[in-house]
């Protein structure tokens, strides 16, 4: 397999561990280990205090399989297959859907590793570009034109990395039906699931709507535990399922017994830990709000539907990558450039998961305004 540069992860290496201020990051602020374990339960206490570091089942623990399940409606345990990660997950998925002379058809822009490793399959990759004049939103009739006889996977990614945007439940519905109709399987990256800002805007997994479709969950974001790599793929198709735990037989194996414990615990208080999250997040949006209608002349900026990131646009003639070099080395605030993503605008991601937000602002108001004289 050849497989380019992640050119997201290639740019924080660079800078996540050196910039104070990173404006860029998609998670929430992770809990400090000392608040996680006060929302231990007396089982899961027990089991943090007499855990055994030796391998874990493959599959993951029986019990935090079993709270997985319980995310979605349709969905028991052997529904689930937990992995280091939700990266490990995208990768062992698409290597066992595709190959050479299938079709995929991915949201655009997005993780690049939801497009680029079933490029390196062999399969033949079509982007569906969401555009800042759509305000980001998934246009159907494209997807509906860009099927094929072949198309095997239909990939979405919703709440959006890294627009912010968000799918209604009857967009949500049609796509479902698509795939189905195509005989493709829906693969949903759900990372951002749950930090909906309205009950109203809250979707189903797309795992419990079709036999076809499989749902990506994290720890990483909505539950700010970026730190215990646990990742899951869901479906109501087990065979699917064994065939991809077989994969990751190459891969990690099984995950870290004290993770697996940890996010126990935390999708056990599910309720509490999103409770932070979305405070943070709302938070931040104001925040945002009143820093970009303050500077409408030099950026572009559509407030996110659902989610803990949004793609704001730099209006003047500076290249972006240059703005957020110049931005980093001067003020040490991170931004995201879009040209990660290979995305011709002047884009840049901003994250809305950090309490020192306000900090990084003035830093990047202070730079607007010397710079501006």
Known sequence: MHIPDFKLERYFARWEFVAPYMLSSSDVDGYQ?????????????????NLSLGYTESAGHPL??????????QLTPENVLTFSGGEEAIFA?????????????????????????????GADVTLLEL????????????????LRPNTRLIVINFP?????????????????????EANAYLFSDESYRFL?????????GAADLSHQAISLGVMSKSFALAGLRIGWLATQDTTLLQRIAAFKDYLSICNSAPSEILA??????????????????????????????????TFSWHSPQ??????????TNQPIAEFAQQLVQKEGVMLLPGTVYDHPGNNFRIGLGRKNMPEALSKVEHFLTKNRT
């Open 64 to 73: 935090l399989r079993q709270q997985i399940a319980r995310l979605y409606q």
């Open 131 to 146: 555009r800042e004049e759509q305000e980001w939103q998934l246009d159907m009739a494209t997807l509906r034109k860009a």
């Open 196 to 204: 909906e800002y309205q009950p109203e805007q809250t979707l189903p």
């Open 264 to 297: 126990l615990i935390a999708l056990r208080a599910h309720s509490q830990i999103i409770t932070r999250s979305l405070d943070i997040i709302q938070s931040n949006r104001q925040h945002l709000d009143r820093f970009f209608n303050q500077w409408s002349d």
């Open 33 to 49: 280990m000392n608040d996680l374990l006060a929302l231990a339960d007396p089982e899961c206490r027990e089991l943090w205090q």
């Open 93 to 121: 998925l698409t290597n066992v859907l595709l190959q050479q002379g299938d079709h995929a058809l991915v949201t655009w822009p997005g993780y690049q590793s939801l497009y680029s490793i079933a490029q390196a399959t």
């Open 160 to 180: 959006h990395n890294p627009t912010g945007a968000h799918l209604d439940r009857q967009t949500l519905d049609e796509v479902v039906a698509i795939a189905q």
């Open 306 to 315: 659902a989610g803990s990131i949004a793609f704001p646009r730099l209006r």
